[in-house]
Every structure is written in C-alpha cells, then in structure tokens.
C-alpha cells in the first residue's frame, strides 16, 4: 500500500513520523499561529534561519507542529525516519514550498 499523495501546488511535503507516513501543509491558519509562538516573531526571520542554515530545534519543532496540525510536545517525542536531519530537510522544503511556486512552474 502506498503513501499519502503530496501536491506541492498546495504546499504539501511528505515526512516519516513515528514509521507513518504524514503530510504537512501550511495553512493561513498555521501560518499565524506558527508566527505567534515563534521566538522570533516573524516568519521572515524563520525562512531567513533556515536559508542560512541558522536554524534552531525549537524553529523546527514548532514548524513541522503547525505543519502537522500536532501538539509540539507530541513532535518533540516523535521519532523521524532519516532522523533530525531527515526532518529538518523536510521542514525546510515545506516552507519553500509555502512561500514559492513549485519547480516546473517557475522554469515557465
């Protein structure tokens, strides 16, 4: 039996959580409570660690929470296939794919 289906053109992005695995999308909604439990108080900031590399656990807990619709202690708890780096990758791709049209539309 095979996965979810991602759609990138509605900012979807495949993770592996707890061997499952699960789609995570930002919605306006995630978007502003994202935005209100950051640190940093603004998503700018974020895609701007992330860009940089800079990026901190708690940045990345809090984004695959909203990404997922979890509670951020369930995420802190939750094991990655691929491991942290597998999730931060994946973290990374689902805000370029929040914040950009995807590959095949761009090049047009």
Known sequence: MSGPVVNA???E?????????????LTLGALASLEARLESGSLVALV????EGSF?????????????????DEVLRAEFGGG??????????????????PEAEESQ
Not at 13 to 24: K, L, P, Y
Not at 48 to 51: Q, V
């Open 9 to 11: 053109y509605r900012g």
């Open 13 to 25: 992005v495949a993770i592996d959580v707890n061997g499952e695995t699960q789609v995570m999308r």
């Open 48 to 51: 701007s660690r992330f860009e």
């Open 56 to 72: 901190r656990a708690a940045d990345l807990a809090v984004l695959i929470s909203a990404g997922l619709g979890m509670e951020e």
């Open 84 to 101: 942290p780096m597998a999730a931060a990758r994946a973290a990374a791709q689902l805000l370029k794919v929040t914040f950009a049209l």
